[in-house]
């Protein structure tokens, strides 16, 4: 999205990076920077800067940062021209479309009010005499209307075309309909028909407020069982859950992660407003980025069978690398939480919650299940795979107590497992220590960004357009000083596109600042950027400015030799450059 670079200047005058970061982060000033703990992972010591000089953010833990539309873009879960008019209408700005862009956020503004009359619709139809069947279920399952109404359930009706007729007679078109996924087409004959027949339905609605897509559960031997909309330009199952609209308003302190909807929705009506659901897909990376941003602590509730299990394990590495803390809950008498609830009731949940497990007993638990422990041969097994896995626990302290209780599990003395878990926390650390020792011998790997999109592959041109960017952001008329470079000279494509943007900036008498590149880079390029603009100010001696213009053109010029006269001639007068002694 092209704004134009005035309109973004006024944008962030109008939206200091502090103020704006304020509002989500408890901030407290060290020196010329902000610090507080990091909206983006869990952490209990704050390693989230603030540096309203410079207007960017960059958390020393988890990595991100960038200017105020970044935030924005991270914390709001937003496309940048979606934080950028977030950001607008925060200072009350008008934001100057372009044609291209103006059409494309208006398609989307069409497609959520397409949503939410469709939303209306099928929660009208829930209440006509053909949805006499999805009520009944309904009452089977012992929702109540409240929580119909809370969570905006509906029905779609058993025809063809209910849904296609009553939208295109309020003014959506059939082609909103397909985009929107709310609609097929027949290509033998060339007609449209409802996608959802014959279901519950369950509206999705994000983080704003905005219904952008349905899940559908059907109330006959139909298959799938369950149908949620497909991809769109609204709706992305991997980035969104159901009921976080209203989860990220819970003051439990936790949230709970389902399996399905009906057990999410359970639990907000025994009082836990705190239970989101996956959108008919495994738990992503980028869903355990969500959570992070509103929890510190998950505790999951998939169901008992060994999908469930499964599904289980691999979630946990996931949420443990936003720096959540995970817990297991495990149901003995029910095989989901919707049962469990029907059965026992809130308060005996609210006791299995209080028992949960951590990640550590669920997983020591789990490897135990496998195993006949009164045999000696799988016993001898369970204790290396156990030493084994407790070796992975990063404290000592768990290592301790985890030991004992795998030791009581098979039945062997504390000290006898502790020798074995010792010698493979030891190979452990052999390997790593290996490896490590490896990538430090390899100095350019340790240089290296850590976004694998960015890559140094000449390291003594990379190290002096890093310098010399960070001398041209503190001290812009340097410019002045680097006509001589271009943007092909750069080795890294990103400090050359920076580069050409900045020194443009500057030409025409703009500010010249990190903020001013969020909707040039990518968001982790802005990352890797301000990591670099976190490190302590370097002089500005100009002898240290003409060098990094001097490495950076020898290097270009190396790269892009067209011959061996060529090769010679610039090796010549690189000799005489540095007092070689050539003639």
Not at 150 to 175: H, I, Q, V, Y
Request: charged share 30%.
């Amino acid at each position: 999205m092209a704004f134009s670079p005035a309109f973004l200047d006024e944008l962030n005058n109008r939206n200091p990076i502090e103020d704006v970061v304020g509002q989500y982060v408890a901030l407290t000033r060290k020196g010329s920077n902000l610090f507080g703990l990091c909206p983006f992972h869990g952490e209990k010591t704050a390693s989230f800067s603030v540096a309203p000089e410079k207007g960017i953010f960059y958390c020393f833990g988890c990595h991100k940062g960038g200017g105020v539309v970044n935030f924005i873009m991270e914390i709001e879960n937003l496309s940048y021209p979606d934080a950028v008019r977030f950001l607008a209408k925060r200072a009350g700005l008008e934001v100057p479309e372009d044609d291209s862009n103006q059409s494309l956020y208006k398609k989307k503004e069409r497609l959520w009010a397409l949503c939410k009359e469709a939303a209306r619709f099928f929660n009208n139809q829930l209440k006509t005499p053909a949805a006499a069947e999805v009520r009944a279920y309904i009452a089977k399952r012992g929702l109540t209307n409240s929580t119909v109404t809370r969570f905006g359930l509906g029905f779609a009706p058993n025809t063809w075309s209910s849904l296609l007729d009553a939208m295109t007679a309020k003014g959506f078109t059939k082609e909103e309909l397909l985009d929107a996924g709310l609609v097929l087409s027949n290509q033998n004959k060339g007609t449209l028909y409802d996608r959802f027949r014959n279901r519950l339905m369950f509206p999705i609605i994000d983080v704003r407020g905005n219904v952008i897509g349905f899940g559908g559960r059907v109330m006959d031997d139909s298959t799938p069982k369950y149908l949620n909309s497909p991809e769109t330009i609204i709706f992305n199952k991997r980035r969104n859950l159901f009921a976080m609209n209203v989860v990220k308003k819970s003051k439990q302190g936790f949230i709970i992660l389902t399996e399905g909807y009906m057990d999410a929705i359970a639990l907000h009506q025994y009082g836990f407003d705190c239970a989101v659901a996956s959108l008919g897909t495994s738990l992503t990376q980028e869903h355990a980025d969500m959570l992070s941003k509103y929890t510190n602590e998950v505790v999951l509730t998939y169901d008992g069978d060994a999908a469930g299990q499964n599904a289980t394990q691999r979630a946990i590495p996931m949420l443990e690398k936003t720096g959540l803390r995970v817990k297991v809950l495990r149901m003995q008498g029910a095989k989901d939480p919707d049962e469990f609830l029907k059965k026992y009731g809130a308060d005996r949940f609210r006791l299995l919650l209080q028992s949960s497990e951590n990640q550590a007993e669920y997983r020591l638990r789990s490897l135990q299940m496998k195993f006949d422990l009164s045999v000696d041969e799988q016993k001898v097994e369970f204790a290396k795979q156990a030493a084994d896995l407790i070796s992975t626990y990063s404290t000592g302290v768990e290592r301790e107590i985890y030991g004992a209780r795998a030791a009581e599990m098979a039945g062997l003395t504390a000290d006898v497992m502790k020798i074995e878990i010792n010698k493979a926390f030891k190979r452990r650390m052999a390997i790593s220590k290996k490896a490590q020792d490896k990538k430090d011998l390899e100095i350019s790997a340790t240089r290296q960004p850590r976004s694998r999109e960015i890559r140094y592959d000449n390291m003594r041109s990379a190290i002096a357009e890093e310098n010399l960017l960070r001398m041209l952001l503190r001290q812009p008329d340097l410019f002045d000083r680097a006509k001589i470079l271009e943007r092909e000279y750069f080795s890294v494509p990103m400090f050359g596109r920076a580069f050409d943007a900045l020194r443009r900036r500057w030409e025409d008498d703009l500010s010249v600042n990190p903020s001013a590149l969020s909707e040039l880079l990518t968001p982790e390029e802005m990352a890797h950027l301000t990591s670099i603009l976190q490190k302590p100010d370097i002089p500005l001696p100009d002898a240290a400015f003409a060098d990094c213009v001097r490495i950076i053109s020898e290097e270009y010029r190396l790269a892009n030799v067209s011959g061996i006269s060529d090769l010679k001639e610039m090796q010549e007068s690189l000799r005489r450059k540095k007092g070689y002694g050539g003639k």
